[in-house]
T-cell receptor
Framework: AQTVTQSQPEMSVQEAETVTLSCTYD???????LFWYKQPPSRQMILVIR??????QNATENRFSVNFQKAAKSFSLKISDSQLGDAAMYFC???????????FGQGTRLTINP | NAGVTQTPKFQVLKTGQSMTLQCAQD?????MSWYRQDPGMGLRLIHY???????DQGEVPNGYNVSRSTTEDFPLRLLSAAPSQTSVYFC?????????????????FGNGTRLTVT
């Protein structure tokens, strides 16, 4: 079974600075997808960014980018120019190709200091 | 477009009581699922369905029942609530089937139900 590990329960960063959230996963599959979800205090689950395992190029969405290291089974999220609205719980998630089930990490609570 | 609608938003139950968490989606998604969120454990899959009449167990199915009589609705039943079921519950849906569908149809989540069992 696949597992996802987020080893940083909490992180904090100064507004306008850059922060990186870590995620590692364990799988024997070669084809899969990885996701980062954001959960603000409203409890809503918001998709931030996604990556296909067969793509070597790291995904980017505006201030959010990932560092995908397939051999190391690592999928970190970098947030540039941090804003107060980025404060939230962030979840890393894994999904097998052709399936819909998501396996989530434990989450990292990100605090933005003004 | 309502998306995924969960009711109620909050619920308090006494041990042994039963209740149903409602989930409805208006996007004609084949796949629907229930997760529970607990501190330090992320979200864990309870049950899922790939279409009307088809359900299957996830990672933590004990104490929960589901049924899928229509494409739109996927209720989660707690037959005899226990304090260990105190959690936040999320319903999520997406299109299913095929490699392209998996990538291009991410899960759409409801806003969650906070359940407390005393």
């Amino acid at each position: 079974a696949q597992t996802v590990t987020q080893s940083q329960p909490e992180m904090s960063v100064q507004e306008a600075e850059t922060v990186t959230l870590s995620c590692t996963y364990d799988t024997s599959e070669s084809d899969y997808y990885l996701f980062w979800y954001k959960q603000p205090p409203s409890r809503q689950m918001i998709l931030v960014i996604r990556q296909e395992a067969y793509k070597q190029q790291n995904a980017t969405e505006n201030r959010f980018s990932v560092n995908f290291q397939k051999a190391a089974k690592s999928f970190s999220l970098k947030i540039s120019d941090s804003q107060l609205g980025d404060a939230a719980m962030y979840f890393c998630a894994y999904r097998s190709a052709g399936a819909q089930k998501l396996v989530f990490g434990q989450g990292t609570r990100l605090t933005i200091n003004p | 477009n309502a998306g995924v609608t969960q009711t109620p938003k909050f619920q308090v139950l006494k041990t042994g009581q039963s209740m149903t968490l409602q989930c409805a989606q208006d996007m004609n998604h084949e796949y629907m699922s229930w997760y529970r969120q607990d501190p330090g454990m992320g979200l864990r899959l309870i049950h899922y369905s790939v279409g009307a009449g088809i359900t299957d167990q996830g990672e933590v199915p004990n104490g929960y029942n589901v049924s899928r009589s229509t494409t739109e609705d996927f209720p989660l039943r707690l037959l005899s609530a226990a304090p260990s079921q105190t959690s936040v519950y999320f319903c999520a849906s997406s299109y299913s089937g095929g490699r392209t569908s998996s990538y291009n149809s991410p899960l759409h989540f409801g806003n969650g139900t906070r359940l407390t069992v005393t």
